[in-house]
Nanobody, 114 residues
Framework: VQLQASGGGLVQPGGSLRLSCAASGSIFPPNIMGWYRQAPGKQRELVATITSGSYTNYADSVKGRFTISRDNAKNTVYLQMNSLKPEDTAVYYC?????????WGQGTQVTVSS
C-alpha cells in the first residue's frame, strides 16, 4: 500500500486549502483513512478520520472549519480546510488503517501566514 498526498502550500489566515491523498495497492473495507499533522516541536496529532462507511471524526480544534471526505472508487481521501489559522501550520500526513496495520503518506506542508 502506498499513499500519495498533495495540496499543501502557503495561505493567508482565513484562507482555504484542499488536501488530497490517493492510496494504491491492496485496499479493501473496512478501513479508516485520515489526516494527522505535526507542528515543529510538537507530537503528531489527529486532525480527522473517515471510515469506509463514511463515519467521520474530528479534532476539536478543527471542528466547523475542516471537512474530511473520501471517494472509495478512487481510494482517495480529501481534507477541505477553511478559515485557516496560523496554528494550523504543520506537516499534514495522510493515513490508512486497515487489517490492524497503519500506512502513512509522505507529508505535505501547510503554512498559514500573512
Amino acid at each position: 500500500v502506498q499513499l500519495q498526498a498533495s495540496g499543501g502550500g502557503l495561505v493567508q489566515p482565513g484562507g482555504s486549502l484542499r488536501l488530497s491523498c490517493a492510496a494504491s495497492g491492496s485496499i479493501f473495507p473496512p478501513n479508516i483513512m485520515g489526516w494527522y499533522r505535526q507542528a515543529p516541536g510538537k507530537q503528531r496529532e489527529l486532525v480527522a478520520t473517515i471510515t469506509s462507511g463514511s463515519y467521520t471524526n474530528y479534532a476539536d480544534s478543527v471542528k466547523g472549519r475542516f471537512t474530511i471526505s473520501r471517494d472509495n472508487a478512487k481510494n482517495t481521501v480529501y481534507l477541505q480546510m477553511n478559515s485557516l489559522k496560523p496554528e494550523d501550520t504543520a506537516v499534514y500526513y495522510c493515513n490508512l488503517a486497515q487489517n490492524s496495520r497503519n500506512y502513512w503518506g509522505q507529508g505535505t506542508q501547510v503554512t498559514v501566514s500573512s
